[in-house]
């Protein structure tokens, strides 16, 4: 069957609120996946494993290649060197870049400040990772539970400047909620309905994070470790579709 101009647009959105996690040791390991993903996605996030083995030379790759660069480097430092990390992240050409939310205020704000220029990318706060669950913040010393503390960390990255935001599936309708429309919230742990969770605690579908709010999904392991990777892909594009309209 053709899809139709509607189906098309509607995929065409999908692809712009999926991003594919490149957590690959080097760079060939991360262009074979690429070489097979084609164009059945836009978004690539390429996080420290990969960024520390490969590098600017590889985001150029990839933007060369037609790709939007998702710099998931999670900067945490005092905020002089994160401001700097993140005009370094700017010159590389990054158009999402994560940062701690649990950096403090200052970090935050200094971070917001270095991303105030038009060709800086969009910042995105991390609130508590999804690999994260009650008993892991008690041993951090922090006593409140997951949601509690994502939200007390989106407050602060939103009071600092910062309008985009990392959580788990578990707090995106509530910082939807809480932040309004224009908060760009970006929800990893995405699993298919019963596969592999893997190291991650706070899972859902991509069907059931869309419902709730996210504005994009980042997708691993259930794409880059499946023996059909575009099929996964596609998969997940449609699901993503789906959620969309039943929300419109
Ligand atoms: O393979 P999987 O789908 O679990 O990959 C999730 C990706 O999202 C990883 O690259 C991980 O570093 C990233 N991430 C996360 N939880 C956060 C922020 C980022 O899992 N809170």
Known sequence: ??????????????KERLAVALDFPDARAALD?????????????????????????????????????FLDLKLHDIPNTVAGGVRSATTAGAELLTVHAG?????????????AGPDAPRLLAVTVLTSIDEDELKGVGVMSPPAEQALRLARLAWNSGIRGMVCSAEEVGMLRRELGPEAYLVVPGIRPAG??????????????????????????????????????????LAEIAEAESASR
């Open 33 to 69: 996946l690429v070489d097979r993903l084609g164009d059945t996605c836009r978004w690539l996030k390429v996080g420290m494993e990969l960024y520390y083995a490969a590098g600017n030379e590889l985001v150029s790759e990839l933007r060369e290649r037609g790709y939007k660069v």
């Open 103 to 115: 950096g403090g205020a200052a970090m935050l704000r200094a971070a917001a400040g270095a991303a």
């Open 195 to 236: 596969s592999a969770t893997d190291d991650q605690r706070r899972v859902a579908t991509a069907s059931e994070a869309i419902a709730v709010g996210a504005s994009m999904l980042v997708v691993g392991r259930p794409i880059t470790k499946a023996t059909d990777p575009i099929g996964a892909a596609q998969a997940i």
């Open 1 to 14: 069957m053709t899809p139709s101009n509607n189906d098309l647009g509607s995929l065409s959105n999908a």
